[in-house]
């Protein structure tokens, strides 16, 4: 049996830190762009699993990134779960 691999976003600023934590959490291949599409693809096809996403504070992230930045990620990790039995994503606000 695998062990999850798991990235806690939370108090997220910006997009790099978003890219820099799912990098650090999966191991990211080092061709990876550094952009939705390469991110989509990396998640979808090139990192092992099982893995998990946390989003702690995605409501609050959209108003520092924007919610269009937000929904855009959400949209691929939401795919990307559809597509993956081993990839999970829990969203939730900090209480």
Same mark, same amino acid.
């Given at each position: 049996?695998? =062990?999850?691999? *798991?990235? %806690? &976003? $939370?108090?997220?600023?910006? *997009? #790099?830190? %978003?890219?820099?934590?799912?990098?650090? #959490?999966?191991?990211?291949?080092? +061709?990876?762009?550094?952009?939705?599409?390469? &991110? +989509?693809?990396?998640?979808?096809?090139?990192?092992?699993?099982?893995?998990? =996403?946390?989003?702690?504070?995605?409501?609050?992230?959209?108003?520092? !990134?924007? /919610? $269009?930045? *937000?929904?855009?990620? &959400?949209? @691929?990790? /939401?795919? @990307?779960?559809? /597509?993956?039995?081993?990839?999970? &994503? %829990? !969203?939730?606000?900090?209480?």
């Amino acid at each position: 049996m695998s =062990i999850t691999k *798991v990235c %806690v &976003l $939370d108090n997220i600023h910006s *997009v #790099a830190q %978003v890219y820099d934590r799912l990098e650090e #959490a999966f191991s990211l291949p080092e +061709y990876f762009g550094r952009n939705f599409d390469a &991110l +989509y693809d990396c998640l979808s096809a090139d990192v092992e699993g099982p893995m998990e =996403i946390r989003w702690v504070d995605y409501q609050q992230a959209a108003c520092r !990134l924007g /919610e $269009d930045v *937000v929904d855009t990620l &959400l949209n @691929i990790f /939401e795919d @990307i779960q559809m /597509e993956r039995e081993d990839f999970k &994503l %829990v !969203l939730g606000e900090r209480k």
